[in-house]
Nanobody
Framework: QVQLVESGGGLVQAGDSLRLSCAGS????????MGWFRQAPGKEREFVAG????????HYQDPVKGRFAISRDHAKNTVYLQMNSLKAEDTAVYYC?????????????????WGQGTQVTVSS
């Protein structure tokens, strides 16, 4: 059974930075595409960033390009999301997820395993 556990969320002010972590257990997920999603109150869960197994391919949604960076550490079985220049509109619960789809999956249905989420709140 694969388990994904996010951490690193919190309450910050606009302009601050946070680094989210997603630790995998049960087996290594180094062979799979990993994604970060977020869900704000009253909104659908949306794709934020993704990274392929080697780390050589990353993909970001436009609102976070240039501010967020996704990376992975195979030795630690962990994926990270570095979030800089945070804005109030980044406030959401952030989830990491694992996908076995080919290419760059960006929809929730393309992901099989999910973490429980970590809250990020940005005050303006």
């Amino acid at each position: 059974q694969v388990q994904l556990v996010e951490s690193g969320g919190g309450l910050v002010q606009a302009g601050d930075s946070l680094r989210l972590s997603c630790a995998g257990s049960g087996r290594t997920f180094s062979s799979y595409f990993m994604g970060w999603f977020r869900q704000a109150p009253g909104k659908e869960r949306e794709f934020v960033a993704g990274i392929n197994w080697s780390g050589g391919t990353t993909h970001y949604q436009d609102p976070v390009k240039g501010r967020f960076a996704i990376s992975r550490d195979h030795a630690k079985n962990t994926v990270y999301l570095q979030m800089n220049s945070l804005k109030a509109e980044d406030t959401a619960v952030y989830y990491c997820a694992e996908s076995r789809f080919i290419g760059i999956p960006t929809t929730t249905r393309e992901y099989e395993y999910w973490g429980q989420g970590t809250q990020v709140t940005v005050s303006s």
